[in-house]
């Protein structure tokens, strides 16, 4: 079980917005910069938010990301069909000597 | 365009050793740092391994430090993942990743570029 909580599953449809949780803890969510990395079916993962709230060049404006306390969000509006991946946050852990922690991850699925 | 290309998986004994090797392009490579990061068949991503744009630093999940040992080779733009004493739970498909930000001494979990990966399977 990781100590980034993510719900296993989430659901909307095309049009919707969906927002993915992220819970950490003050070591973690709390201390450093949230990102998030989509996966599509049988590909690498691909960087969608990058500190908090940063878009890379390429990715719609229809992913955000926000932080608040112990927790970030991710989200998705607009939804698309091929919206439909496995989400994952990844925060530093300062209690881990700063190693990578990536949440559970999510499945999204358009209906 | 930004590439890398992860090399060296396959099917391998408890206890063995097994070395993977990532080979960078498109990008200067000595100015980033980069991580290994593994995903075992049907479950999430698990970080490995960080490696600082010099190489001076290097960092390991717990469940690898001490068997692991990550390298790199900035005149080849090369990486090297040396696993030592491997574990059938050590079975995966492990990625290379490069991190956004440059000269970077410390971890990031901002990681902008992957490979494809390369599947390690540990079975008798």
């Known amino acids: 079980q990781s100590v980034l909580t993510q719900p296993p599953s989430a659901s909307g449809t095309p049009g919707q917005k969906v927002t993915i949780s992220c819970s950490g803890n003050?070591?973690?969510?709390?201390?450093?910069?949230v990102n998030w990395y989509q996966q599509l079916p049988g590909t690498a993962p691909k960087l969608l938010i990058y500190?908090?709230?940063q878009r890379p060049s390429g990715v719609p404006g229809r992913f955000s990301g926000s932080r608040s306390g112990t927790s970030a969000s991710l989200a998705i509006s607009g939804l698309q069909s091929e919206d439909e991946a496995d989400y994952y946050c990844?925060?530093?852990?300062?209690?881990?000597?700063?190693?990578?922690?990536f949440g559970g991850g999510t499945k999204l699925t358009v209906l | 365009q930004v590439q890398l290309v992860e090399s060296g998986g396959g099917v391998v004994q408890p206890g063995r050793s097994l070395t993977l090797s990532c080979a960078a392009s498109?990008?200067?490579?000595?100015?980033?740092?980069m991580h290994w990061v593994r995903q075992a068949p049907g479950k999430g991503l698990e970080w490995v391994s960080f490696?600082?744009?010099?190489?001076?630093?290097?960092s390991y999940a717990d469940s690898v430090r001490g068997r692991f040992t990550l390298s790199r080779d900035n005149s080849r733009n090369s990486l090297s993942l040396q696993m030592n004493r491997l574990r059938p739970e050590d079975t995966a498909i492990y990625f290379c990743?490069?991190?956004?930000?440059?000269?970077?001494?410390?971890?990031?979990?901002?990681?902008?570029?992957w490979g494809q990966g390369t599947l390690v399977t540990v079975s008798s």
């Open positions: 990743a490069k991190e956004v930000f440059t000269f970077a001494s410390d971890v990031g979990a901002e990681l902008d570029f």
């Open positions: 498109g990008f200067t490579f000595n100015r980033y740092g």
């Open positions: 490696i600082s744009f010099d190489g001076s630093e290097t």
């Open positions: 003050s070591s973690n969510i709390g201390s450093n910069p």
């Open positions: 500190t908090n709230n």
């Open positions: 990844a925060v530093c852990d300062d209690s881990l000597n700063g190693h990578v922690l």
